[in-house]
């Protein structure tokens, strides 16, 4: 019998590489949001399975959606910009699949509700943190299996971000 040996990672040893990842970026960027996306961003696109350009793009969503919940923010125009932003992105010419996961989570963030009476609410977290943990997850999950498991990487965090945005609360327009 020939078997090829395999790596095993649990469920712990992610959970324990996310936390050592964010906390490393929360560490070095002391706070700033917008910074930490972009050193994510940078080391996928050092990685190449996002395009310089596909990063710019994502750093655009991420600002978009952090600018939304600040007191003055707009939620709801953001939301559109971003959908329209993602929308163009799906039909770009060979989009990576790990940028588009990651302009999902972007999308995902905001929350849109249609009330009976016919009137629609936007909200998004006071800071996201959807798209952030989408792209850590993504980095953990190239690390691991390539382009496929940065998706499967980029997705689950996107999920865990959208729990801890739930959980913190959202800002209304």
């Known amino acids: 019998m020939e078997s090829t040996p395999a ?3 649990g469920l712990p040893d992610l959970m324990h590489a996310a936390r050592v990842e964010a906390r490393g970026i929360m560490e070095e960027f002391k706070g700033d949001y917008v910074a930490e996306h972009r050193a994510v961003l940078a080391r996928l696109s050092a990685a190449e399975v996002i395009s310089e350009d596909e990063a710019e793009t994502l750093l655009g969503l991420y600002r978009l959606g952090y600018e939304a919940g600040e007191p003055k923010g707009n939620p709801q125009r953001a ?4 959908r329209d932003i993602y929308a163009k992105m799906l039909a770009g010419n060979k989009p990576s699949p790990v940028a588009l996961v990651i302009a999902s989570a972007a999308l995902g963030s905001f929350e849109v509700s249609v009330f009976p009476e016919g009137s629609t609410t936007v909200t998004i977290a006071r800071v996201s943190y959807g798209s952030s943990l989408s792209g ?3 980095g953990i999950g190239t690390l691991l299996g390539g382009v496929p498991g940065g998706v499967l990487g980029g997705a689950i965090g996107g999920l ?10 959202k800002g209304k327009t």
């Open 7 to 9: 790596i095993v990672v």
């Open 79 to 82: 939301y559109f910009e971003t």
């Open 136 to 138: 850590i997850g993504a």
């Open 160 to 169: 865990i971000g959208g729990i801890i945005d739930d959980k913190k609360g």
